[in-house]
Each structure stands twice: as C-alpha cells, then as structure tokens.
C-alpha cells in the first residue's frame, strides 16, 4: 500500500509540474504590423501619414483598424491597396471604396471584431470599387455593400472571392447591379447575400 501511495504521489507531482509547466508558458500575442491613426487627418488608404508606422501597407502587413480617435471612415480611391489582413478592434469601422479603387486582402483575410466592419464599393452611388480577397482569407462576420452605376454602360462594385477564400459569415448585400462573384475553389461559406435591383 506504501508503495502505491508513493506512485501516486509521485504521479500527482508530475501531474501539477505539467500544469504549472502550462501556465506559466507565456502566449505570444497578435501584433499589428501596420496601424490606421488618421495622423494625416486625410481619411485616405494611400497617405502614408494616416498610418503607424509611417508607411503604406503591403500584401504581408496585418493591418490594424483601431488606432483612430475620431475618423474611423477609410477611402480607398484608386490602384491596389493591399494587406494581408483587417485586424479589427473594437470600434465600429468602415471602408469606402471608390471608383478605380481596389482593396485586396491575403492571407488570413478580416480578423478579430470583424463584425465591426462594413465595406461599400459604391458609397455614394456614383462610384465602383472592387474588394478582392485572395489566396486563403475570410471575410469573418464583416457586412459587405455592392452597388453599380450606368454610366455609358454598366460599371459594378463587386467582391470578388478567389482561390481558397471564403465570405464566411459576412453579411454581402448587392444592390442597383453590385456583383459577388466566386472564383476557383472559393465559396459562400455561411454567408447571408442578398440581391437587389439587378444585383448578382
């Protein structure tokens, strides 16, 4: 009986070493390479000033959105914005798209309180933008606004989904010819779409 108590004992040390062992471990937090300020006060993507550090981001930062007091409205006004994801906060953003103006996403796509964030390729309704996510990203929770304009013919805010992405749990709302489209092997995942007014 001595003898099984000894194991035992000594088992109950190995066990409370394991989990001392597992809580002390430290756990690497999540860092943002690149956060949104608004420091320029310009509310645009493509000035370096509105970020910390003071550098644009590129297609292998982790984009921040929680830096900004007071602004917490991006435009995105023309070429290929890029990051490797939307790390959102707590505060409730949103990212304009303007005509010319494309954002696209890699890597692990719109993270954290994505449901914080609204995006809208067509704010305000004389405008086409396009969000694009490649590779493997989600779209997370986030609510997504496509609209189009005729304009010698039809031009679409879209979203486009390409290789292995998916719209996860997005809220993505087509309206007045704003287009989704799924390419590759991406897909809808739980997402909730609505069409309307010849949205697609």
Known sequence: MAA???VAMTGSRW????????????IAARADDVVWTDGGGTGTWESEVNWSPI??????????????TNVIAISVNSGKD????????????????????????????IIGTSSNLTIDTNPD????????????PTAGSATIN?????????????ANF?????????TITNNNLGLTNFHDNSTAGNAT????????
């Not at 707590?90 to 990212?95: D, E, R």
């Not at 086409?128 to 490649?134: E, L, N, P, Q, S």
């Not at 496509?146 to 679409?156: C, D, E, K, L």
């Open 15 to 26: 066990v409370g070493w394991a989990l001392a062992a597992t809580i002390v471990l430290p």
């Open 82 to 109: 890029v990051a490797v994801s939307l790390d959102i906060g707590s505060k409730p953003y949103t990212i304009n798209i303007f005509s010319g103006g494309t954002l696209s996403i890699f890597g692990a796509g």
């Open 162 to 170: 390409f290789d292995t992405t998916t719209a996860g749990s997005a």
């Open 4 to 6: 099984f108590s000894r």
């Open 55 to 68: 550098v644009l981001p590129n297609a292998t930062d982790e984009v921040g959105l929680d830096g900004a």
């Open 146 to 158: 496509n609209g189009g304009i005729f304009f010698s013919g039809a031009i679409n805010g879209t």
């Open 125 to 136: 309704s004389n405008d086409a933008g396009t969000i694009d996510f490649h590779n493997s």
């Open 193 to 200: 779409i609505f069409n309307n007014n010849g949205g697609t």
